[in-house]
Structures are given as structure tokens and as C-alpha cells.
DNA sequence: TAAAAATTAGTAATAATTACCAAATGATAA
DNA sequence: TTATCATTTGGTAATTATTACTAATTTTTA
């Protein structure tokens, strides 16, 4: 149950569109690729609520923001930790489907002095599209 | 050999200092970090002269750019992969030393229709002095 | 229905990085 | 060595993603 269930923010039509648009695709895209999906349904919108947004739901845990080194931030409609692939010819993200590896979060342990919460992976290489 | 061996670009002092400052340390530090050690070898060097040597540095593999999705992107003078640990608390990096994990290459191909090449791991997680 | 709180649109500000350019430096060849 | 030429630098301006601000609007609550 989180904050959006529990009703410590409310659900406005630009919070839901924006929402309803991530979650409709797998692209990954970045704040202006996701304003402009919203100002289809909604033109009045502005790329500052945009931003506050994604923002707030990120850090509510019902979406991802993702950095793959680019200049914008990417964002993610599944907030449930997976891997990613980034190509290096055109720069698309596509999740991975393989199971996480929680083993290397014990072996980070041993090799550090840290208390490891968790890791992320990013994988590069080139798409069907980019291997030529 | 790289092309810094090859004479294709020149050793020039503020290149050198710079390289030399970075490789001193293991604390993954950001451009602005590395503007201020460098300038005490070299007080009228310029931020852009840092910016332009740090990029293309790690452009040609003598060092690393490294993203943890803060603000500022860090470098490493070590330029060969290796993982990385972000402190929750306070922020800091810290290289984990332990060995790649090269079947993750293999399996996020078989997961995927991409040529995979090569994959980063960011562990997060607390450290010694953020535990409490 | 009135008052309080949250949210928005629009715009201005911030901050990291990159671009530009004239002057300086380093490499090269006569 | 010295003249020439390409590279690099310092200083500054421009760019760009993101955040901050604020008055007006919307939603919730009493």
C-alpha cells in the first residue's frame, strides 16, 4: 500500500495521465519524451508538473527514474528493481528479463565495509537494429 | 598503447597535472573536486581546460566517467571496470573489490535480442560511518 | 458552503557542461 | 635554430536539464 493508496497525495488528471502514459509503454523515456506523450490528452499541461510529478512518484517507489549516463533521466512504469540494457548505436533502453542476482550483493559485502542494500545492473551492447 | 603513447594528442602540463591529481586518489572525485586539487599545483588553470582534458581522457580510456545519477559525474583514474559501491547516507564511492562477473554478459544475451559487450553493477548501501 | 491544503501553469532561476575564440604553446621541417 | 602550423589553453558566453517561485485553481475537509 502506498502513499497514492493511502491517499496522501491526491490523484489529479495530470498525476494520472502521466502515470497511464508511463505505464503504457517500455521505452523508458525521458521527461520531454513523456511530456509530449501527456500533451496529447492534455495540452494545457506543463513540462514543470511534468517534472514534479515523476519526481514525487519516483520517490514514492510507483515508478523509476533511471540514469544511463545520458543528459536527461529516464523513467520506468514498473517500479520493481530489473536490469537494463542500453545500446551504444542508438542509445535505446530495454529491460532485461533474467532474474536478479542477489548473491552479488553478499559478495559486495565481503568485499567492502558496507552495509549493501542493493545493486543495480546496466548492460550495454548493440539492438537487433544496431548490429550491422 | 593508447593514443596519449601514440602522440596523437599532447602531454601537455595542465594534462598531465590533471591526470597525475586523479590518479593520487581513490575517491572517484567530481570535475569541480578535481578543479580545486589541480588548481593547487596550477592556480590560473581553467574549469573548461579540466572539463575538455576529463572528457577526453576518458574518451580514450585512460580514465573513467562514472554516472551514480547525482549532479555531477565523477571520474576514475583507473580505467579498467571494476565495481562500484554509492553510500546512501553521506554519498560517497568506493571501488568493491571483487571479480567480474563475466556469465552475467551471457545471460542478459540470452535474455535479449542485443550484441552485449559489457555490463556496470552499482551496489548502494551504507557505510562505516553512516551504519547508525 | 467556507476555509484550508495541495496542485497547477507559467515563468524565472540554478547549475553542470559545452562551445567559442583569440592568445599561447608545443611539434615539425627547412 | 627558426618559421610554420596544429593543438591547446584561459576566459567567457551559451546551452540545457532541472528546480524554484508564485499567483491562481482545484480538491478536500470542516
Redesign the interface.
Known amino acids: 500500500m502506498n502513499k497514492l493508496d493511502k491517499n496522501e497525495f491526491r490523484l489529479t488528471n495530470q498525476r494520472k495521465v502521466i502515470l497511464e502514459e508511463l505505464k503504457k509503454v517500455k521505452s523508458h523515456p525521458t521527461a520531454t519524451e513523456i511530456y509530449d506523450m501527456v500533451r496529447k490528452k492534455m495540452p494545457r499541461i506543463s513540462l514543470g508538473t511534468v517534472y514534479r510529478n515523476l519526481e514525487l512518484l519516483s520517490n514514492n517507489s510507483i515508478i523509476q527514474?533511471l540514469?544511463?549516463?545520458e543528459a536527461q533521466?529516464r523513467f520506468d512504469g514498473n517500479p520493481t528493481t530489473h536490469?537494463h540494457?542500453n545500446?551504444?548505436g542508438c542509445g535505446r533502453v530495454?529491460d532485461?528479463?533474467?532474474p536478479l542476482?542477489q548473491e552479488?550483493?553478499e559478495?559486495?559485502?565481503?568485499?567492502?565495509?558496507?552495509?549493501?542494500?542493493?545493486?543495480?545492473?546496466?548492460?550495454?551492447?548493440?539492438?537487433?537494429s544496431c548490429?550491422n
Open positions: 527514474k540514469d544511463f549516463g533521466k536490469y540494457i545500446c551504444k530495454d532485461v528479463d533474467m542476482n552479488l550483493d559478495l559486495a559485502e565481503n568485499a567492502t565495509s558496507y552495509k549493501v542494500s542493493s545493486h543495480h545492473v546496466e548492460f550495454s551492447g548493440f539492438c537487433v548490429q
